[in-house]
C-alpha cells in the first residue's frame, strides 16, 4: 500500500505482487534464491539477520506502452532493470524514486531491482550510526502505465484572506513524446474547480501554477483534522487522459517571537523522538503497527512526533494527517562530525535526500517544520556553511514552513542565527549528572547570544535509558527501569516549567536496534531510550511520563 487513499483513477496504477525472488551474492547471504515479501527488509528472514552485502530481487510483471515504475524506498543504493535495461539508479533508503520505460511491448517482462547496502567509500550518508541502516526493498514498488503526458507534481499551499481560504497549486506535467503536447489541466479542490490550456514541448516537463478560492472551508489542526482531496487532471480534447490525487489540509505556520503559531494560535509541543523501526519488521513496518504507535504515543499525552533521523514513510505522514499529530521531518543525517561532512559526496547526497523529502511530503498538514543535520559540527565554520546551505535549500523548497537542526549538548554552535526555531539536544542526569535546569539555561544563554535570542526553543531530544525487564529495587543504578522514571520525570519537569521553551520531544519512543560499531556503549547492541522496548511493550517510564503530560 503506497497511501492511504488512491492516488489515481484515470492513471492505471497498480502495486507489484508481493512475493518476490531474492538472491544474495556475497558472502552471508542465503544458499540459494529465496521467497520473500515486499515491501520488508531481509533482516526480517534468519539467516539474514546480519548480512550486509547485495540483494537482488525479481518479480514477473504484466505491461505495456509507457511504464512508470515508483519504487517508494530501496536500501540504499538501487538499481531497476526491466529485461536487463537499466532503468534508474538511486541513493538513499527513506525517499522514492522513478524510474520509466517507453514504448514496452504487451506482455510479461522480468523486473530486477538491485539492492546494496555495503558501507563502501561512495556512501557519504550511510554509514555505521546510533540506528540500523537496513537493507531491501523497504516500501512499495508501483507499476503505473501512462500515455504521452503525465502529472508529475501536484503541491498546494494554502492562504487565509480576509475572504477565506485560497488554494495556490502547483501542477508539473512531462511530456514523454516527440511531438509538443497540446491539452488542457483542471484542478479541482473543496468544490471548486480551475482550467487552463496548456502546451508542452516534445521531451520536456513544465510546470503551471494555478489558484483556487475555496472559501470558507475547516481549517486543519490536531484537534479538528479536517483533510481535503485534491485532483490535478489532464485533457485532450475535453477527455480526462491522466490524474493525480492527493490530501491537503488548510492550515498556516510561522513563527513569531518565541511562539509556533499554528492558524494563529501558540503551539506547546510534547512529543516523541521515533526511529521508524518495529521489533522484527525494521523500518518496514505494516500499517497497523505504525497506527498503533500513534495510540501509543497519543495515549502518553503526547501531540507530536519527530522523526528522527531520516524521512518516513508516506503511509505514517497520512495517519498522522488523520489523527493530527504534528510532526518535525528531517532529512537523513545523523551525528557527523566535520570530516565525515568533508567526504566528497556528502553534500551532494544530502541535498539530494533533502530535495526529495520535501518534494514527495510537501503536502501533508501535519508537517509544521522541517529539519536536517542532526549532532553535525555546528561548531566549526565548514560545518556552519552546510548547515546554511541546507536551510537555504528547505526555504527555497518551501517558504512555508519553519526550519530547524537539533543541535548537540557541546558549546560553540555558530547557526542558532541561521535556523528558525532553535532546537538543543541535552541529556542532563543520564550523561552527565548537571542539575536539569543548570544544563538547560546554560544552553538557552549561548543559544541567545549567538543569534537565536527572540526564537522559540524546543529541547528536541532529552531522556534516558532502562533495558526492559531490568530493575533496581534502590532505583538508583542505570539501566533499571526505576532509574529511568526518576530521571525523565526530573527531566521533563524542569524543561515543561521553563518560560522560554516552546516544546519537548523525548528522546525516545521505542527501543531501536543500532549497527554493531556502537555495540560497547548500547547494550543488546540497542539504544534503550525508549519508554517503551522494540515490541511495544510499556516500560515503568511509560506511566511517569502519561502522568506528567496528562496532569497539565
Known amino acids: 500500500m ?66 512508470r515504475l515508483w519504487l517508494g524506498g530501496v536500501s540504499f543504493r538501487a538499481r531497476v532493470y526491466l529485461d536487463d535495461a537499466l532503468l534508474a539508479e538511486h541513493y538513499g533508503s527513506y525517499t522514492g524514486f522513478e524510474a520509466l520505460a517507453q514504448q514496452i511491448p504487451d506482455g510479461e517482462q522480468t523486473l530486477r531491482i538491485e539492492a546494496d547496502i555495503r558501507f563502501d567509500a561512495d556512501s557519504a550518508l550511510h554509514v555505521p550510526n546510533d540506528y540500523y541502516a537496513y537493507g531491501g526493498i523497504n516500501r512499495p514498488v508501483i507499476v503505473e502505465e501512462v500515455g504521452q503526458a503525465y502529472i508529475t507534481r501536484l503541491h498546494v499551499t494554502p492562504r487565509c484572506t480576509s475572504d477565506g481560504w485560497t488554494a495556490d497549486a502547483a501542477v508539473s506535467v512531462r511530456n514523454l513524446g516527440d511531438q509538443p503536447f497540446h491539452g488542457a489541466l483542471r484542478l479541482s479542490l473543496a468544490g471548486k474547480e480551475a482550467t487552463e490550456e496548456i502546451e508542452i514541448p516534445a521531451h520536456e516537463t513544465t510546470l503551471y501554477g494555478l489558484s483556487l478560492d475555496c472559501g470558507a472551508v475547516t481549517p486543519w489542526s490536531p484537534e479538528n483534522p479536517a483533510l481535503y482531496a485534491v485532483t490535478a487532471t489532464l485533457l485532450v480534447n475535453g477527455e480526462a487522459v491522466d490524474d493525480l490525487i492527493d490530501r491537503i489540509g488548510f492550515r498556516t505556520i510561522r513563527t ?32 497497523e503497527a505504525m497506527m498503533q504507535d500513534i495510540h501509543l504515543m497519543r495515549d502518553l499525552g503526547a501531540n507530536c512526533v519527530r522523526t528522527c533521523h531520516y524521512p518516513n514513510d508516506p503511509l505514517f505522514l497520512d495517519l498522522c494527517d488523520e489523527t493530527g499529530l504534528l510532526v518535525w521531518e528531517e532529512s537523513h543525517v545523523r551525528g557527523f562530525g566535520e570530516e565525515q561532512m568533508r567526504h566528497p559526496r556528502f553534500m551532494e547526497q544530502l541535498r539530494q535526500c533533502t530535495a526529495e523529502m520535501v518534494e514527495q511530503h510537501y ?29 537555504a535549500l528547505l526555504r527555497k523548497a518551501d517558504p512555508g514552513r519553519p526550519v530547524t537542526a537539533a543541535l548537540l549538548e557541546r558549546p560553540g554552535g555558530k547557526v542558532y542565527g541561521d535556523m528558525d526555531v ?41 531522556g534516558a535509558g532502562a533495558i526492559y525487564g531490568c530493575h533496581d529495587p534502590f532505583g538508583e543504578a542505570k539501566w533499571s527501569e526505576e532509574r529511568q522514571c526518576a530521571i525523565l520525570k526530573e527531566q521533563i519537569t524542569a524543561v515543561l516549567s521553563h518560560p522560554d521553551v516552546t516544546g519537548l ?11 554493531g560499531e556502537w555495540a560497547r556503549s548500547r547494550p543488546r547492541t540497542y539504544n534503550n531510550k525508549g519508554v517503551v522496548d522494540e515490541y511495544r511493550r510499556p516500560k515503568l517510564a511509560y506511566q511517569v511520563v502519561k502522568n506528567i503530560w496528562s496532569a497539565e
Open 422 to 462: 532553535v532546537s538543543i539536544n541535552i541529556y542532563p542526569q543520564w550523561y552527565h549528572d548537571t542539575p536539569v535546569q543548570d544544563a538547560l539555561n546554560r544552553k538557552l544563554l549561548e543559544a541567545a547570544q549567538g543569534g537565536g535570542e527572540n526564537k522559540p526553543v524546543i529541547v528536541s531530544e532529552i
Open 256 to 287: 513569531d517571537g518565541k511562539k509556533i503559531l499554528l492558524n494563529g494560535q501558540p503551539l506547546q509541543l510534547r512529543g516523541f523522538n521515533r526511529h521508524e523501526e518495529y521489533g522484527s519488521f525494521g523500518l518496514s513496518a505494516p500499517l
Open 505 to 515: 520531544f523525548l528522546w525516545q519512543f521505542a527501543d531501536v536496534r543500532v549497527s
Open 2 to 67: 503506497e497511501r492511504v487513499f488512491a492516488t489515481h483513477i484515470i492513471r492505471k496504477s497498480r502495486e507489484c505482487a508481493p512475493v518476490w525472488t531474492l538472491t544474495t551474492p556475497d558472502a552471508g547471504g542465503l544458499t540459494k534464491p529465496g521467497k520473500v515479501v515486499v515491501p520488508s527488509v531481509w533482516e526480517s528472514h534468519p539467516r539474514l539477520r546480519k548480512y550486509r552485502g547485495r540483494g537482488v530481487y525479481e518479480q514477473r510483471i504484466r505491461a505495456g506502452g509507457n511504464l
Open 363 to 391: 503536502n501533508h498538514p501535519a508537517v509544521f517544520i522541517w529539519g536536517s543535520l542532526n549532532e553535525c559540527a555546528d561548531d566549526t565554520e565548514f560545518g556552519a556553511a552546510c548547515y546554511r546551505e541546507i536551510f
